[in-house]
């Protein structure tokens, strides 16, 4: 059985697009299972519209997604969302809800017309909150947060899901650099703790050498190249998808990758 066969979310022969706009063609994609994935690639390559189809939240115009060996569109809402939680790139949370509230939105998926909130759910709610530091602001409303804070809160309430599989389209967006580095350990602990698989769309090179498993890097709706960070990261790799001239050294620290940007090409 081929590695692509056991993966718990591939797309093949894809076709995207926006009404007439064709964002990728022919694309196949195999995320591994347990490994942390990030996406990379310049603004308007296909990466939030393939996490978009990928998570049944946009479907392709042809070809075909499987979530665990079946055929994503063919799932009820509610069991795709057990499997799979999704942090879109923009979220925007009903008026006058407080912090507790929304993240415990998360939950819906667990919850049916017979069952109450349990234990378990509340636990999930206080450990994705803690998980994320926004605890101390459970009462607070969303509106009333900064923009770091609220992407936070919206992180928070896709953990409480407690999806094997989070799909997450640059959750670093409106974060200091603490809370970047923050952010990126809670999943590199989700992934080696809990075995979830995540696939993560970001623009930094370093964070994506860093901390990912794997690595897909995308331009005009394709996949350049994808493996180790350590295996496909090259300056030559670095110019044909992002127009930038560069050296790549080893970091000292994490002993991945580390680009060094010399400029664009002329």
């Known amino acids: 059985m081929s590695n692509r066969s056991l993966s718990p979310l591939r797309a093949e022969n894809l076709i995207l697009g926006y009404e007439k706009k064709i964002v990728a063609r022919d694309l196949s994609v195999a995320i591994p299972e347990g490994k942390l994935t990030v996406i990379i690639g310049p603004n308007a390559c296909g990466k939030s519209t393939l996490l978009r189809t990928l998570s049944r939240l946009m479907q392709p115009q042809t070809g075909a997604v499987w979530l ?62 803690r998980a994320t530091g926004v605890y101390e602001l459970a009462d607070s409303l969303v509106d009333n947060l900064s923009g770091g804070q609220r992407q936070r809160v919206w992180i928070a309430m896709v953990l409480a899901q407690q999806t094997p599989l989070l799909l997450l389209d640059e959750p670093t967006t409106w974060l200091d650099i603490a809370h970047q580095i923050d952010l990126m350990e809670l999943m590199c602990r989700l992934n080696r703790q809990n075995d979830r698989t995540l696939v ?67």
């Open 68 to 129: 665990n060996g079946k055929m994503i569109n063919e799932v009820p809402t509610k069991e795709v969302a057990k499997q799979l939680g999704l942090l879109p790139q923009s979220s925007i949370a009903p008026g006058d809800i407080s912090v507790a509230d929304l993240v415990a939105r998360g939950r819906y998926p667990h919850q049916n017309l017979f069952s109450r909130w349990s234990r378990k759910d509340s636990e999930a709610v206080d450990e994705a909150m």
């Open 200 to 266: 993560v769309v970001l623009h930094d090179l370093n964070h994506a050498c860093r901390y990912a498993g794997h690595l897909i890097a995308m331009k005009d709706g394709q996949i350049i190249a994808e493996g180790a960070p350590a295996e496909i990261v090259t300056p030559q790799l670095i110019e044909q998808v992002f127009g930038l001239r560069c050296h790549i050294i080893d970091c000292p620290i994490s002993h991945t990758p580390l680009v060094i940007p010399l400029g664009h090409r002329a």
